[in-house]
């Protein structure tokens, strides 16, 4: 269960609208390392998770992603929003107006629609805490990419904060998975998942 705030976890207010910034920043809704694949993955991820610490974390990091997606929607939003007829032509905005008007569809920049398939759960600690600190450190880059093309600073303020987070999660995940390999018992960490072997042993016997 979850408590719903009704603000954003970080303030984004916009003043000049920019189509074509819009247009790279709604990677970070749709695109494959964008904040609606992160929440998908962690929260899809914390079932299968033997160790109830780590499972929290999962839950926190990707209730949080939540957020940032919706900061993203926001940032979009506020870029885009009573765009004319003409600023939408001459901005190359044109084609996702024909689709979609000026509401959110989940997309990366280069167009392509979101899907389940730009991210994996897959049921064995060790893998998956790997694949979520791989995940933030692309979604960093991702970051820093927008930062070298936004100028306005009303984008890049809230941008440079959803940076930081990736950062403090790819810290957390990097703890996750020292409890997980501390909790293996093992030198080799690679040797067993504990969400399958473990139990598959204690059946056998």
């Not at 929260?43 to 209730?63: E, F, H, N, W």
């Not at 044109?94 to 629609?113: I, K, R």
Request: glycine share 6%; hydrophobic share 35%; proline share 5%.
């Amino acid at each position: 269960m979850w408590g719903y705030e009704k603000r954003l976890q970080y303030p984004v207010n916009i003043k000049q609208t920019n189509p074509k910034l819009a247009q790279i920043i709604i990677t970070q809704f749709g695109g494959p390392d964008g904040e609606l694949a992160a929440s998908m993955r962690y929260l899809s991820q914390r079932y299968t998770m033997p160790y109830k610490q780590v499972a929290g974390t999962l839950t926190d990091i990707g209730t949080e992603e939540l957020a940032h997606m919706e900061m993203i929607c926001s940032i979009v939003h506020q870029l885009t929003r009573n765009l004319t007829p003409e600023e939408i032509e001459q901005s190359g905005f044109g084609t996702y107006y024909v689709d979609h008007t000026l509401a959110l569809w989940p997309q990366s920049a280069a167009g392509s629609p979101w899907t389940a398939t730009v991210f994996q759960s897959k049921g064995d600690p060790i893998t998956d805490l790997h694949e979520d600190m791989a995940a933030e450190q692309k979604a960093r880059t991702t970051y820093d990419n927008i930062l070298r093309l936004a100028k306005d600073p009303d984008v890049c303020d809230p941008i440079r904060f959803l940076r930081e987070r990736e950062i403090v999660h790819y810290q957390r995940f990097g703890e996750s998975l020292r409890i997980v390999q501390d909790n293996l018992d093992s030198k080799n960490f690679y040797a067993i998942n504990p969400e399958f072997d473990v139990r598959q042993n204690n059946n056998c016997r």
